[in-house]
């Protein structure tokens, strides 16, 4: 058994101190101009994000999220004229014998309204005569924590109209027009998250042609990313954290492309903490080892430090928050002191942190 399956791990143990100039406020003025840790070795080697194709061999297989960030931040007021803000946290499907155009959101206001109750949400300036009213239906979720409301249209249509980009709560500009394009990938599908797969923001036209012309195949998952990634790990002790759950889907073809590569002794690549959590998600639910069969549903999957990967050889990832379940997913997959190291040395070399930072390369320990 390993060292890091053999050590019990706590909170303190992915924490670190960031200094806070280095949380990116904006993207940088080129999508893959931002910087690349090259963590495969022992030694980080510091590169650029346009160099990933030159870093992959022909035949690796490439997968991305093709989940679609809506505009799901929304403002208003209630009857009384109490201010609301509301975070759609999904889109809930329509059921027989059930109202259509329900959405689950976190609702943030001086007082928490009533089931039976309406929000007004629209732009704050012009409220009286532009906007929508939602019904409010009470409270939802395994905690309570969020609200079920009813729109009187379908829910992506309104958010689209009435609708703010969701950035993450460190970045702390209002969104601004070049939000909507920038904190969404170039190949963004399905729509559905609440925040990006920000691994993937560094991949442009230029990028993705030169992995094709390369010989880097390419195939996709969806992950509708939710706001409970920003969740923070309140216990020390990480068994006792309640992970959030995400609607995910790992299609026929991408089981298919995923064998193949295993079958030639090629490496499966996540871009992104998101796509590495459906692959695995998937492979926890297929018959047998490893990935066998399509899958959807809701996944809660906690990775931390001993967990047995089935499916993914290398990760593409960008750095995240101290304390965060994602820095245990990444010191999980490529080792703890090593992962721990490589973030010591980002913040001395000045790498730009988190969703619209910089981004990380990792081998599998082990493999």
């Avoid at 950035?167 to 601004?176: G, S, W």
Wanted: hydrophobic content about 40%; proline content about 7%; overall charge negative.
């Amino acid at each position: 058994m390993s060292e890091q399956n053999q050590r019990t791990y706590t909170l303190a143990d992915f924490d670190f101190t960031l200094p806070s100039e280095l949380i990116a406020q904006h993207p940088s003025a080129e999508r893959s101009a931002s910087r690349l840790l090259d963590g495969r070795g022992e030694r980080p080697v510091d590169r650029v994000f346009r160099d990933l194709p030159g870093l992959l061999a022909p035949g690796d297989l490439l997968v991305f999220n093709d989940t679609r960030v809506i505009k799901a931040r929304l403002f208003g007021e209630k009857p009384t004229g109490g201010a609301v803000e509301a975070l759609i946290e999904r889109i809930v499907p329509d059921e027989p014998g059930q109202p259509p155009n329900q959405v689950l959101a976190h609702l943030r206001a001086s007082k928490s309204p009533k089931a039976g109750s309406t929000v007004r949400f629209g732009d704050p300036a012009q409220l009286a005569t532009v906007g929508f009213d939602a019904e409010v239906l009470g409270r939802a979720g395994p905690d309570d924590s969020l609200f079920r409301l009813r729109f009187p249209a379908h829910p992506l249509a309104l958010l689209q109209a009435f609708g703010h980009v969701p950035l993450p709560p460190y970045i702390t500009h209002a969104d601004e027009a070049d939000d909507e394009r920038r904190y969404q990938t170039v190949f963004a599908q399905r729509p559905g998250a609440v925040a990006a797969p920000t691994a993937s923001l560094h991949f442009d036209e230029a990028v993705l042609a030169a992995l094709q012309a390369r010989g880097v195949e390419r195939t996709h998952v969806t992950l509708h990313v939710g706001a409970g990634t920003f969740q923070p790990v309140r216990s020390e002790n990480l068994a006792e954290h309640r992970m959030h759950s995400e609607w995910f889907e790992v299609p026929e073809d991408t089981v298919a492309a995923v064998a193949r590569a295993k079958a030639a002794g090629r490496r499966v690549i996540a871009a992104g903490t998101t796509t590495l959590r459906a692959l695995e998600s998937a492979a926890k639910r297929s018959p047998g080892r490893g990935l066998t069969s399509a899958q959807q549903g809701e996944t809660d999957i906690f990775i931390t430090p001993g967990f047995d990967f089935e499916v993914v050889d290398r990760l593409i990832t960008n750095f995240h928050l101290p304390k965060s379940t994602l820095m245990m997913l990444v010191s999980a997959f490529a080792g703890h002191d090593h992962v721990m190291a490589l973030y010591r040395h980002a913040i001395e070399a000045r790498y730009r942190f988190f969703s619209y930072g910089d981004a990380m390369l990792l081998d599998l320990k082990g493999r």
